[in-house]
Structure formats: structure tokens, C-alpha cells
């Protein structure tokens, strides 16, 4: 199985500031790699698929990048709703597998 | 707007059995690829089971051999039958379905279903 490992576990920032998110790969993906947004009590919402490909809808103060084993997600300037924990996720293969998610708090 | 609705969970002891149900609307779900994802309690997404649009169904090794996922053509519903439940098994259970696109995403999720296993 591919392990799916987020860095840091967790961050405080305040609104405006610019934030990203580390994923890494225990092996090469390709750029089969999804970024997802969950709030407390939620469902996750898809951010970003294909690695930097943005979902329709979701405001571009949201990229991404990377490809292989490593890949980002950045906020450009963080808004008061983004207070949220985000997971990435490989399509690559069976079974696909999620980080363990980075939880973006109010500093 | 496509929408997802699950039903089904609740408490059952150790070694038990819960089936959950998926109902779509405003899409095909024998057309799509659609798999469930659970989440224990304040712990990270994981993925459990996927039935491809032709068929063929895959699971997790935590689940195999335990859960079954299959579909209702007529009732466009998605189910998990999830036998000899473990105090492990207690999590939100989510249905999601596959995105179109070949970079192969769940573009869409259900509300999320409690599933507790406990004595």
C-alpha cells in the first residue's frame, strides 16, 4: 500500500496569511494526487484533483503542485472559512489512501 | 445537483451485522465508479471498498472478507453489508463517487453515517 504522509500535523495562522500544506508519497504517484477540505462535522469537499487542477467552485486562493512523491498545497491568503482540516488522497492504486490530515487553526 | 444520502447506521454489538445504504440522485450509480470511506472518531479518512461501473468490487484489507459493497440498479442505491463487526469498525461511514476525469477523484460525497460498535 502507498502511505500518504502530511506535514505539519497541524498550524495556527491568521487570516491573510499565506499557508502550505506537504504531502509525500512512499512512492512515485505520478500527478494522481487529490487535495480535499473537511470542517468539523462534515463531509470532505474535493479542492484539487490531478495534483494542481482545481475543482470548479473552489476559489483561487487554493493551488497546488508537485509531482512523483511530493506535492503541496498552498492558500494564498487564508479566510476565515478555510479554518478546516485537509487531507490529500492517491488515485494512483488500489488501495487508495488518504494522509492523516493537516488541521489549519485560528492563531 | 447530484446528491448522496446515506442511512443505516447506528449501534450494533461486537460481532454484528449493519447494512448502510446510499441513495443518489441526479446521476447513474451502476455508471459510475462509487466507493465508501469511513472515519473513526477523531482520526484521519480512510478508504474501505470501491465497485467499478462494470462490476468488479475491491476492499481494504481491514474489511475483506467482512464487508461486501454492491449496488441497486432500480433504486440507483449504493450499499455496504458490513458483518462480524469490531469495536474497530466504529466510524462516520461516507459513499463517494469517482469523477469523470482519468485523474480518477470522489467529486462528490454523502452527509456521512455513524456506525458504533459497542457492548
Known amino acids: 500500500d502507498i502511505r500518504m504522509t502530511q506535514s505539519p500535523s497541524s498550524l495556527s495562522a491568521s487570516v491573510g496569511d499565506r499557508v502550505t500544506i506537504s504531502c509525500r508519497a512512499s512512492q512515485p504517484i505520478s500527478i494522481y494526487l487529490n487535495w480535499y477540505q473537511q470542517r468539523p462535522g462534515k463531509a470532505p469537499k474535493l479542492l484539487i484533483y490531478g495534483a494542481s487542477t482545481l475543482e470548479s467552485g473552489v476559489p483561487s486562493r487554493f493551488s497546488a503542485s508537485g509531482s512523483g512523491t511530493d506535492f503541496t498545497l498552498t492558500i494564498s491568503s487564508l479566510q476565515p472559512e478555510d479554518f478546516a482540516t485537509y487531507s490529500c488522497?492517491?488515485?494512483?492504486?488500489?488501495?487508495?489512501?488518504f494522509g492523516q490530515g493537516t488541521k489549519v487553526e485560528i492563531k | 445537483e447530484v446528491q448522496l444520502v446515506e442511512s443505516g447506521g447506528g449501534l450494533v454489538q461486537p460481532g454484528g451485522s449493519l447494512r448502510l445504504s446510499c441513495a443518489a440522485s441526479?446521476?447513474?450509480?451502476?455508471?459510475?465508479?462509487m466507493s465508501w470511506v469511513r472515519q473513526a472518531p477523531g482520526k484521519g479518512l480512510e478508504w474501505i471498498s470501491i465497485?467499478?461501473?462494470?462490476?468488479?468490487?475491491f476492499y481494504a484489507d481491514s474489511v475483506k472478507g467482512r464487508f461486501t459493497i454492491s449496488r441497486d440498479n432500480s433504486n440507483n442505491t449504493l450499499y455496504l453489508q458490513m458483518n462480524s463487526l469490531r469495536v474497530e469498525d466504529t466510524a462516520v461511514y461516507y459513499c463517494?463517487?469517482?469523477?469523470?476525469?482519468?485523474?480518477?477523484?470522489?467529486?462528490?460525497w454523502g452527509q456521512g453515517i455513524l456506525v458504533t460498535v459497542s457492548s
Open positions: 488522497q492517491q488515485s494512483y492504486s488500489t488501495p487508495r489512501t
Open positions: 465497485i467499478y461501473s462494470g462490476g468488479n468490487a
Open positions: 463517494a463517487r469517482q469523477g469523470p476525469g482519468i485523474e480518477d477523484y470522489f467529486d462528490y
Open positions: 441526479r446521476f447513474t450509480v451502476s455508471s459510475n465508479h
